[in-house]
Structures are given as structure tokens and as C-alpha cells.
């Protein structure tokens, strides 16, 4: 029972979603990324190193048969274009983060507002004053 009531303190805080948020906006963040990498910054590599596409890059390991077997292939290429997706998308949360991170730092260095003080507050203040001056005479 210690179990069930920890996992719904835990779902209840509000952890849960908030996870899952981040998940599902890291995962339409990743196509986005994808999408920047294969669409717009690849072609125009691909087109500076001779029209490659690095996606075809790939070592024949074993041809294949020519009773429909197929061919083994080291898939280079792919895994250099995943590795462009990683780095691309490593900088870009470490930017996020880094702005975030700058914000949070803003929110606590700005001084909290004083509260104006209660009525109660200024008549001792005003009583405080009268008494400091009676003393000085």
C-alpha cells in the first residue's frame, strides 16, 4: 500500500505531466531538427561534396544472389546523417537550456516587491516616531 500512496503523491504533483510534456514537445522538437538537417543544411553540403547524399552512402559487404537474395551492406552514410541530427539537436536544447537557465537567473536576482505596510503597521510606526521625538526633549 506505502507503494501505491508514493506513486499517487508522485502522479499528483504534477512530475507525470510535466514529463510528458517534455517528451512529447522533445519529440516534435526532433522532427523539427530532422527536417532542418535532411531538408535545408544536407543538400547544400551534399551539392558542395559532388550531389552525395549521405543517406546512400554504403559499402557492399556481399552482393546479392541472383536467386533474389540480398545484398549486406555497411550503411555508412545513414549514420553520419544521424549523427549531424545529434549534434544539431544537442546544441539546440543546449541553447534552450542555456536561455532558460539566463531567465531564471533575471527572475531571482529581481528584488521581490515590498508589501506596502498595514494600517496597523503605520500607526506603530507613527506612535514609534511620537515617542522618539518626546524622548529627545
Known sequence: MAFLKEFKEFAIK???MDMAVGVIIGGAFGKIVSSLV?????PPIGALLGNTDFTQLKVVIKRAAEEGGEAIT??????????VDFTILA?????MVKM???IIKKKEAAPAPVPAPSKEEQLLAEIRDLLKEQLKK
Open 14 to 16: 504534477g512530475n507525470v
Open 38 to 42: 535532411n531538408d535545408i543544411l544536407m
Open 74 to 83: 555497411w550503411n555508412y552514410g545513414n549514420f553520419i546523417q544521424q549523427c
Open 91 to 95: 546544441f539546440c536544447i543546449f541553447v
Open 100 to 102: 532558460m537557465n539566463r
